[in-house]
């Protein structure tokens, strides 16, 4: 049986993991939507799979891809459970309390080692330019410090709000993904974590 590829690796990753997050498998267009790449790339690339023997599909019919041989380098089985911490506002901020609000189940190889994570539920759709959606799960990675331009959670006069982050000379601007959405300017932030990934219920 011939070795996968490393992108063919990383494909059926987000599919078994998909699949343990979702409980059903996602479509090819979603597979090439988090790629980044072509409908016909993520066919070729579940092609491929398909005649190594990792999964399998009825017919052509959507969401009927299952797992049968995962990636013997990485245990693909290994799940972790972190903590549900409330709501965020992707949106004007909102106040949230840090309650824990149950957990959600993710594939440990979609996180990175010795990193602490939490998730929050995403109220609103000012960063739906990133594809980000109101009642998402966001899945975020703590930190106190994060690069111009990526995506965070930060607290803003006490509320929580999900923005890009960026540093201007005399303030931070948190930036929204929806033109309807001023952005945020102020002296004063507090920053809770990066963002990690999103998981969506359909």
């Known amino acids: 049986m011939k070795e996968l590829t490393e992108r063919q690796k990383e494909v059926l990753s987000f599919i078994t993991d ?5 409980s059903y498998p996602p479509t090819i267009r979603e597979v090439a939507e988090y790629f980044s790449i072509s409908v016909k790339g993520a066919h070729d690339h579940i092609t491929a799979l398909k005649k190594k023997k990792c999964i399998k599909q009825s017919g052509k019919l959507s ?22 911490v409330g709501t965020v506002a992707a949106g004007v901020p909102i106040l949230s309390e840090e309650n824990w609000d149950g957990t959600l189940t993710v594939n440990q190889s979609t996180l990175k080692k010795n990193r602490t ?22 899945v975020i990675e703590k930190a106190n410090v994060v690069r111009d331009g990526e995506i965070a959670i930060a607290v803003v006069d006490d509320a929580f709000t999900l923005k890009r982050f960026y540093r201007e ?14 952005p945020i300017y102020c002296q004063n932030v507090r920053i ?7 998981i969506r219920n359909y």
Request: glycine share 8%; no cysteine; hydrophobic share 35%.
């Open 117 to 138: 994570y939490f998730a929050v539920r995403v109220q609103g759709d000012s960063m739906s330019g990133a594809g980000i959606m109101d009642g998402d799960m966001a």
């Open 192 to 198: 809770v974590g990066r963002l990690s990934q999103i």
């Open 18 to 22: 998909y699949i343990n997050s979702h």
């Open 63 to 84: 969401r009927t891809m299952e797992v049968i041989r995962q990636n013997e380098d990485e245990d693909l089985g290994s799940l972790s459970k972190i903590p549900i």
């Open 169 to 182: 000379s005399n303030r931070i601007k948190l930036l929204a993904e929806n033109p309807d959405y001023k």
